[in-house]
């Protein structure tokens, strides 16, 4: 049987910081995070290895930037959940974001502020076009205990209460709910306009990540028909 152990996996530009929010919240504070930066987004630490039972013990969630195949081996009985996004608008949002950032270490950040780089050649890039996929693989859509889709975070979260872990939303968050959306940065510095051709270009050119999250939708539904 799965232990009560939660691993969530935060794809960029899915609402992952919010998710972490409700977390934080939800769970006292019991949250372990990885961000220790892509370079070891598929390797976990020998330190974490080591302490993977004091980890489970004492968190409730490991929540960050990795793929998922980084903790398999090292929490083979958690609960396995992730958010994912419309992939065009988090492709879209990512890019958005590397605009206004100063001081992000990605190595393509310098290309887009100085305009060598636009928006469609941003979506042909190999960890760019499949991102969402990237971050999944190691598990089977259908073996994540938990997929959350963005566009219905509300849902989402009340799916998750059901089956993964019970959380007082209207305690928490009020009557009705209103959660606590962070890091959205709506007024931005650099706000370009993507017209409607632009972004059917960009969904050509990320067949992989509209397969996930229309799969992830799927299996989403129908989940939601059992609350």
């Not at 013990?57 to 609960?79: E, I, W």
Request: overall charge negative; glycine content about 4%.
């Amino acid at each position: 049987m799965p232990d009560k152990f939660i691993v969530s996996v935060h794809i960029p530009k899915t609402a992952g910081t919010t998710l972490a929010t409700i977390y934080d919240r939800a769970f006292n504070r019991k949250v372990f995070y990885d961000y220790d930066g892509y370079h070891t987004a598929g390797v976990a630490s020998e330190l974490v290895k080591a302490n993977a039972g004091f980890i489970s013990s004492q968190f409730k969630v490991l929540h960050g930037h990795f793929f998922t195949s980084k903790y398999l081996d090292v929490f083979p009985s958690a609960r396995y959940v992730s958010l994912l996004r419309h992939p065009v608008e988090r492709l879209i949002s990512q890019y958005v974001h590397e605009l206004n950032e100063t001081s992000s270490d990605a190595w393509y950040h310098d290309a887009i502020v100085n305009n060598k780089l636009d928006i469609v050649d941003f979506a042909k890039l190999p960890d760019i076009k499949n991102t969402m996929t990237i971050h999944l693989s190691g598990m089977e859509l259908k073996d994540y205990d938990l997929l959350m889709i963005n566009e219905r975070m509300l849902q989402s979260c009340l799916l998750f209460s059901k089956t993964i872990e019970a959380i007082d939303l209207e305690l928490l968050f009020g009557r009705p709910v209103k959660l606590p959306y962070v890091n959205q940065k709506i007024e931005r510095d650099i706000h370009p306009v993507i017209s409607a051709a632009q972004q059917q270009e960009i969904f050509k050119h990320i067949p992989e990540d509209v397969e996930t999250y229309r799969k992830a939708q799927e299996i989403f539904e129908n989940k939601l028909k059992t609350l």
